[in-house]
């Protein structure tokens, strides 16, 4: 980074504060988890689960696969908006323990209480595909692109790309992790939980679906998971951390973020609680703890029965205060709300 290096010191000493403070503030968090979640799968569904086409289980394994290395795991997934691949390296000689059969509660405390010694270390790499096209259409197809323009301020191709500031990412994970099964189910790479500490780094950032270069470094205390099956699945995050920017037009902020999904198959498809999502994150601003970012977004699941997949919908708003970004960043012109739509399929 270019800042003095006392300047470093002091931000840095400020992350390791931040850290510590974060159990905390995860055990007020997770209380606020199951008060609005359902519950994980209902229990009370004993039919054993039929038997998918060959030419289905072929597809998931594609897009959502693992691979035992004997010494480590390798996992992938495939998505629009988030892809990734990544390394499992257990630091014990303790298997990861499978957690299917129990409550949310208990899974939240055992990860809490066993990632205070990391038990697991992951790598990943992950890709933005949907941003890295706006931003590809924005730099080699300008005509293309603002054809999708809504007055001055609004574009179509920038609503079904917003909310990820990063075309790709490298990221390390300390921490511990649950696994969850189902007999007969394929073995798919997220099915975990993950509790613990996360850093990530990238070389771009994406704003208004221009790459701006700029080094920029994460720290946060995460909760993490997805439970997911042929006939349901539920994920969940909570993160809380602090990214700073070596491009000095970027303010450097402390965020916090809420994240969770539900889908059943076996309940109406337009049932509210159990097929919908919300994604919410509020960044601050080191300096100042000024408010710079909101981001509120929901999303509704419409299971297909017969298909095995998923129509998915999430639209929302992002609000950036001006003084996020300054220097030749700050654009006066640019609108100060993004609204968020995002069509996706899942498997």
Known sequence: LTSPLKGEELLFDALRLTLICLRLVTLILVALLLICKPSFADDTDKQPPQEA???????????YGSYSLGWGELDWETDLYYSNISLTVPLTD?????FSDRSETEVYSKLFIDSLAPRFMLLEAAVMPMPLVGAGLRE????FYHLADIGKEQNVIQWLTAGFEEPYAFSLFLGDMVRFTKPGEEKLSYNKGYMGYLFSYSNQHIKNNILIPDHSLEAEWKLKGERS???DKLSWSFRMGAKIHQNRDISNTFYLGFRRSNLDFKVNPFDFLRNSSFNLRWDFSQKS???????YVLGKNIPIKAWGVTLKLDFGLIWDDPSRY????NNS???????V???????
Do not use: C, H, W
């Not at 300054?326 to 960043?329: E, K």
């Open 229 to 231: 099956f042929r006939q």
């Open 341 to 347: 739509l995002r069509p996706n399929i899942v498997f």
């Open 289 to 295: 703890g000024k408010l710079l970012r909101q981001e």
């Open 53 to 63: 086409a060959s030419a289905e289980k072929t597809l998931r394994e594609q897009l």
């Open 333 to 339: 012109r640019s609108s100060d709300f993004l609204f």
């Open 94 to 98: 303790k298997l990861m323990p499978d």
């Open 140 to 143: 080699y197809a300008p005509d």
């Open 326 to 329: 300054s220097g030749s960043l």
